[in-house]
Structure formats: C-alpha cells, structure tokens
C-alpha cells in the first residue's frame, strides 16, 4: 500500500474521515478479491499524483462495521466524501480515466 493512503479502522473513521477538510475516497476491499487486487495498484497512482483529496482503505474482513455501515455488500467498493457526507459510490473495477472524472467532480 501508498505511503499516500491511509488504513482506516472504526477508531481512526471519525478523524481521518468525518473531520476531514479534503474530500475524501475510501476503498472497501479484501486481500482474496480478484478486482480489488486489480484495482489497487489504480489507487496507488491516483494516491501518488492527484492532490486535493485523501485515499483511505478499508479491509471489509477486519472491519466488517465499517463495511456495514456503508452497506458495502460488493467489493471493490470506493466511496466518496465531503464535508463528512456521502458524496458518491462506485462498485467494481473502474479504470484510471474514470476514476479521475469521478474524483474532479467530486473535488469541484
């Protein structure tokens, strides 16, 4: 993992999320899913060279709380924030390109 992304945990949420001034994108994985393997070394580039928002990580099998807090039911899963509310959701593997719209839309 980006020394850029943050693991998030139900002790860390509140800080790293909710009182966060910058939008915020979390990714709901697992180490055994196939599409989250693809779609992390994505996040790790977006961590590295998009400024102006922050990358989080939730392993969905050591905090299924977060995870059902979020009825994350499917993995991948990364959530936008802002503001410390739900700004926007995408599920499943998603390419680069897409996810920058995404994130320039969400960072307005």
Known sequence: MSANIIELH????EQEVIASPLPVCIDFWA???????????VIDELAA??????FCKVNVDEEPGLAAQFA?????TLIFSKDGALTG?????????????????IKG
Not at 10 to 13: E, K, L
Not at 49 to 54: A, C, L, N, P, Q
Not at 72 to 76: D, F, K, L, S
């Open 10 to 13: 139900a002790d860390n949420f």
């Open 31 to 41: 180490p055994w899913c196939g599409p989250c393997r693809m779609l992390s070394p």
């Open 49 to 54: 060279e998009v400024t102006g928002i922050k």
């Open 72 to 76: 994350v039911n499917t993995i991948p």
């Open 89 to 105: 959701r995408t599920v499943g593997f998603r390419p680069k390109a897409e996810l920058l719209e995404l994130i320039d839309s």
